[in-house]
């Protein structure tokens, strides 16, 4: 069982590149997360999904889009990246219920220069 | 804003000692509260959850305090052992809400 798989594990942009992290779980999980974390800000919100087609805003979504078109895969896309996008991308997904708790993969660390 | 402020930033413990991490809210619509453990280079897995209709839930070695009253909530770690070194969040969520609110994280370090 791979559980959340994430990649790349690392990359480094050049300002008003674009990317898209990817972002693939086995597990059959409806809901699907994208969380970025940077030091000192405990981790934030850009978008999720509660199900194929169907996608929201987070806290913070600017200068990022996401897409659902299968269960099992939700990429995030950066358009032009800035340094401000400099951070720890985690992709999550979960149950229905909330207590079932996130299965989070290992993160991409993203550095845009 | 931050909805849930979360402290000490780090945390060093001796082996065998007792590991307090302490979470304040703001939202009273907040009933969900898990704490999340990280160790590096790993994605945050959930440890242990509390809803707010209990003050303590207890699973092992890791115990959450609830204070509905003042907006608190704390995980416990007792006999702290170096495995335990991670770094803990917690989160607060509101029923049928996706946006689940993360602290800013405490790094512990357990010595030997």
């Known amino acids: 069982n791979a559980g959340v798989t994430q990649t790349p594990k690392f990359r480094i942009l050049k300002i008003g590149q674009s990317m898209t992290l990817q972002c693939a779980q086995d597990m059959n999980h409806n809901y699907m997360y994208w969380y970025r974390q940077d030091p000192g800000m405990g981790l934030k919100l850009i978008y999720y999904s509660v199900g194929a087609g169907i996608t929201d805003k987070g806290e913070v979504p600017n200068g990022y889009n996401v897409s659902r078109s299968t269960t099992e895969d939700f990429p995030l896309r950066l358009e032009l990246a800035a340094p401000s996008q400099t951070s720890v991308y985690f992709c999550?997904?979960?149950?229905?219920?909330?207590?079932?708790?996130?299965?989070f993969g290992s993160g991409t660390r993203l550095t845009v220069v | 804003q931050q909805q849930v402020k979360q402290s000490p930033q780090s945390l060093i413990v001796q082996k065998g000692g007792i590991s307090i991490i302490n979470c304040a809210y703001e939202?009273?619509?907040?009933?969900?509260f898990p704490w999340y453990q990280q160790f590096p280079g790993k994605g945050p897995a959930l440890l242990i959850a509390i809803r707010p209709d209990v003050s303590e839930k207890k699973e092992g070695r890791f115990t959450i305090s609830f204070n509905k009253s003042a907006k608190q909530f704390s995980l416990h770690i007792m006999d702290s052992q170096p495995g335990d070194s991670a770094t803990y969040f917690c989160?607060?969520?509101?029923?049928?809400?996706?946006?689940?609110?993360f602290g800013a994280g405490t790094r512990l370090t357990v010595k030997p």
């Open positions: 999550a997904s979960s149950y229905v219920t909330r207590e079932s708790g996130y299965t």
């Open positions: 939202n009273t619509a907040f009933d969900y």
């Open positions: 989160a607060a969520s509101r029923y049928n809400n996706n946006d689940m609110r």
